[in-house]
């Protein structure tokens, strides 16, 4: 059976109808990290719009991108207070209607973080927050009075929660849910349903701030599709545990535990997440309902899905609250068990939308889970570094050998990128030399990072995607000078450094640079761009 044929009789048929069955290219950025002359010292949602433009242009048809929920004042996009609202951060201020002059001048005032050679979140958030108290003081009438707005409260019903859990964060100068006063900390729909009303209009403020972002990003996925581009997102497997999800669903977590994961050959001191694991018991009694929205809320604004950690579904790596990896434990711990939480669970998150899922299952996870994603249509995730004959010789396994249902990627927002890993592991760098029959040098060349980029574009996947950068790289000076600066994140690691990378010029010089369009017209010069 050909692979169209195989893909057709897969749970994920009516995704990869919509998606279609051929070779895919695209790229991947953290929309936090791009700016331009009008962006308020981050990257927004309309910024997008220029960068789909290019992609179409160079046949490109995929955009990835990292998680876009609001983390609150974490910048970690994996550590949402939110399993569906839009981080306000993103949204692009410039493009709202019938701004005074004096929030004009004051938007022009906020452009002095895009100075910065990193993202300055905490005064950027709180620079468009207090720029959207005074917009929508202005402008709320008109907007609540919108059919538009009043369609999208009625379609949403996490968004009452949401924004009260907001509001009382900020009463409660940030704290943990669970340090609230216990009226407010173990309220029930009734309770919260009279706080509604106590907080009406700091309610308000977080229900229209949703729906303009909402409208932005919708926006952006019309214009996407529009151009033959699929939007790739993220949804993270899991939630903060100072969440609106948590403290409204408490019984649908387990609080005891947080996940990470176990220490292995390549991590050996393993990794916490401080995250909450889950009651897959108490979820499946309300068939999955939790689940369920999520998925159904995504698909409105995603084409494509990248399904995080998806190894979580069969079994994750939990240990004590406070505790180190090493005293962690599967759950749950028996193989048949695993296997079959697994597959029910994927085909519940397959059943809840036309989204392609794509899993990100690095590492050695047991045969089952890549059997089941393979009968399910689901594709895994190559990165070559790690894709070896690990138990036989250690060898690179040829690109062309890649099953159909993966997507190749050189890097990702949690590893060193192609120049940071020749540098830190030498050894893997000369074996791969010798692997291409190339001469190992200590520094990888530009030849060698084209030609490693090359090999990931012609393999036997059937989506080829990489970080942005992977490519500014081959361009004199589109990156910054010191190539440790270009890494986005060193996961189980708590730093400043972690998720504040900005690219080094504006997004308009960037897509404007003809010689690296050349390089992509390089890269996809022979390979098959459509059906």
Request: proline share 6%; charged share 25%.
């Amino acid at each position: 059976m050909d692979i169209s044929n195989r893909l057709k009789a897969t749970l994920t048929a009516k995704a990869w109808e919509e998606v279609g069955i051929y070779n895919h290219h695209g790229i991947d950025l953290p929309l936090a990290s791009i700016w331009t002359t009008k962006s308020a010292g981050i990257g927004e949602f309309l910024d997008l719009l220029p960068v789909i433009d290019y992609c179409s242009t160079l046949k490109l048809d995929i955009l990835q991108l990292l998680p876009l929920n609001d983390s609150g004042l974490d910048q970690s996009p994996y550590n949402a207070i939110s399993s569906m609202a839009l981080h306000p951060i993103y949204l692009s201020l410039h493009a709202l209607p019938s701004p005074s002059t004096r929030l004009k001048r004051d938007l022009e005032f906020l452009g002095r973080f895009n100075q910065s050679k990193t993202i300055l979140y905490p005064q950027v958030l709180c620079g468009k927050l207090k720029w959207l108290h005074s917009y929508i003081e202005t402008n709320k009438t008109a907007i609540i009075e919108a059919p538009n707005y009043q369609s999208f409260i009625r379609k949403n019903e996490w968004l009452l929660d949401y924004a009260l859990f907001k509001v009382l964060k900020k009463k409660h100068n940030n704290k943990v849910w669970n340090e609230w006063d216990i009226e407010e900390k173990e309220s029930d729909s009734a309770q919260r349903s009279r706080l509604y009303h106590t907080y009406s209009s700091e309610v308000e403020f977080h229900l229209i701030v949703q729906y303009l972002c909402a409208m932005q990003l919708k926006r952006v996925s019309k214009y996407a599709r529009e151009r033959g581009v699929f939007l790739y997102g993220d949804i993270p497997i899991l939630v903060s545990p100072d969440s609106v999800d948590v403290w409204t669903h408490k019984k649908l977590f387990d609080l005891t535990h947080v996940a990470g994961s176990p220490p292995n050959p390549f991590d050996p001191n393993g990794q916490c997440w401080n995250l909450p694991t889950y009651n897959w018991q108490a979820m499946e009694e309300d068939n999955f309902r939790w689940w369920r929205k999520r998925i159904e809320h995504a698909s409105q604004y995603f084409h494509i899905y990248r399904l995080d950690h998806i190894l979580g579904f069969f079994r994750i790596w939990a240990m004590p609250s406070g505790a180190t990896p090493d005293r962690g434990h599967f759950i749950p711990s028996q193989p048949d068990t695993m296997k079959r939480q697994g597959r029910k669970l994927l085909k519940i998150l397959i059943e809840c939308s036309n989204m392609l899922p794509i899993g990100e299952d690095l590492g050695d996870p047991p045969p089952f889970v890549r059997e089941c994603m393979e009968e399910y249509g689901i594709p895994g995730t190559k990165i070559f570094r790690y894709y070896r004959r690990w138990k036989i010789d250690r060898s690179f396994i040829p690109y062309g050998e890649y099953s159909p249902i993966t997507i190749s990627s050189v890097s990702s927002h949690d590893l060193d990128t192609l120049p940071l890993w020749w540098k830190h592991c030498p050894e893997e760098a000369a074996d791969y030399a010798a692997f291409k029959g190339w001469s190992y040098y200590p520094r990888l060349t530009k030849k060698q990072h084209f030609n490693i980029l090359w090999d990931n574009h012609h393999s036997g996947s059937l989506f080829h995607v990489n970080l942005l950068q992977e490519y500014l790289s081959l361009v004199p000076d589109l990156t910054w000078e010191n190539s440790e600066d270009e890494r986005i994140n060193i996961p189980g690691t708590e730093s400043k450094f972690n998720w504040n990378y900005r690219y080094k010029y504006p997004l308009n010089l960037l897509l404007t640079d003809a010689r690296l369009k050349e390089v992509f017209r390089k890269l996809l010069k022979d390979v098959r761009l459509s059906p």
